[in-house]
Each structure stands twice: as C-alpha cells, then as structure tokens.
C-alpha cells in the first residue's frame, strides 16, 4: 500500500510570491492534516480537512489556505510569501475523525525555502 | 487548550546504554499521548500511542513509555539503544474534542554514539 505522497519535494521561492503544496493520502483515507515545521516553533499545526470540509484550524494567518478534493487529495496554498514561511511541510492522512481511533501517517514532507 | 514540553532538546548516548526521553503535557481534559520519531529527510513515524488503559505502553523497536496522570508526564524508554535509534524523537498530545489535531513538544534530538 503506497504511503503518503507529497509533492513537489523542495521549493524555492521569493518573497511575496506565492506556492501551492499537494498531498496525496493513503488510498481510502478521509482526513488530511497539515503542519509547518521550523527549528524555532517546532512542529505546528496548520489545518485538517475531512471530506472536504476544514474540520479544525490552528493559529496561522489567512495567506495559509488549504483545500480538499472529492479524492482526497489536498492542497495547502501560502499567498505573499515572506521569509519567515520557510519550513519544512508535512501531511498526514488518517482513515477517520478522530486521532483515538485511526493512526495518523505523516508524508515526507516539502521543504519551502523563501529567499 | 493543550500543550507538551521536552526537558530535553539534545540527549546523547551510547550505544547499547539505555536512555529515557521526558515529556509533560499540560490539559484540562482528558489527553491522548504520542511518541513519533523523525529520521533525517523522513516524515513522522508514529512509534507508540496512550489512548486508555494499562499506563505501560510499548511500541515497535523497543520502545515503551509510561503515563504518569499524577506527575502529567508521559516519558519515552528504551532499555538498549542502537545506532539506527539516532532520530528526533516528538511527544503529542491529543483530545477527544480536537479530532486529528496534534499538539507536538519541542522534540528531543536523540544522537547514538559508538
């Protein structure tokens, strides 16, 4: 069964462009989740997405978006980036609702390099 | 809201010696713990979870970890460590009422040495 998939593998942008990112979950998971991870805030959570729908958002402002298709696919979009948006994002997928009853399976991540 | 904190950013050890990684959390609800490990260039990989139960949990690659509801600390083991253990190794924390959202520490970077 392939795993989490997500693509590109690395970016690099200038500031006050913008990027999409994409993940790919396991065939027949719903939920999409999406982190940011940086060596100065750690690993934080940015949004999930289940069937479509944002179940749950975290503290990042409104140039961080994120979509899912009827497939499951997701994508995360970052407008006017700035340097600060470097970082290291990871997707993860889960069959269900809840974190108590369904493993959550990380990708490898995109690396995002804002110059 | 929930929150976790890793004593430690760095811990080295040899190899074959036990080491002992330390988490609290902080909640006033009931928790879900985690225990992820990242390899270099790698995603997270879960290695062991609390959910309810027996407070000794295990986990692959020998690992184990103890939740403490007292102490509210929920601290990753393992007895005999191997060079491949070298990783950054993430203690999170979870909810009833926060789905799939993890609340992560600050990672404890875990070096083997020979």
């Known amino acids: 069964k392939a795993g989490v998939t997500q693509t590109p593998r690395y970016l690099i942008k200038t500031r006050g462009q913008q990027v999409t990112l994409s993940c790919s979950p396991i065939?027949?998971?719903?939920?999409v989740s999406w982190y940011q991870q940086t060596p100065g805030q750690g690993l934080q959570f940015l949004f999930e997405?289940?069937?479509?729908?944002?179940?749950n958002k975290g503290n990042f402002p409104g140039r961080f978006s994120g979509r899912q298709f009827s497939n499951s696919r997701s994508e995360m979009n970052v407008s006017t980036l700035e340097l600060g948006d470097s970082a290291l994002y990871l997707c993860?997928?889960?069959?269900?609702?809840?974190?108590?009853?369904?493993?959550?399976?990380f990708g490898p991540g995109t690396r995002l390099t804002v110059l | 809201a929930q929150s976790v904190t890793q004593l430690d950013s760095q811990v080295p050890v040899f190899e074959e010696a036990p080491v002992e990684l330390r988490c609290n959390y902080s909640?006033?609800?009931?928790?879900?713990l985690f225990w992820y490990v990242q390899y270099p260039n790698q995603g997270l990989q879960l290695l062991l979870k609390?959910?309810?139960?027996?407070?000794l949990v295990k986990g692959i690659n020998g690992f184990e970890a103890e939740f403490n509801k007292s102490q509210t600390s929920f601290h990753l083991r393992k007895p005999s460590v191997h060079i491949s253990d070298t990783a950054e190794y993430f203690c999170?924390?979870?909810?009833?009422?926060?789905?799939?959202?993890?609340?992560f520490g600050g990672g404890t970077r875990v070096l083997v040495k020979p």
């Open positions: 609390y959910l309810s139960g027996s407070t």
């Open positions: 909640s006033s609800v009931s928790v879900y």
């Open positions: 997405y289940f069937s479509e729908t944002q179940r």
């Open positions: 065939s027949g998971h719903r939920s």
């Open positions: 993860a997928s889960s069959l269900g609702e809840n974190s108590f009853y369904n493993e959550q399976f």
């Open positions: 999170a924390v979870s909810t009833q009422a926060a789905g799939n959202k993890l609340t």
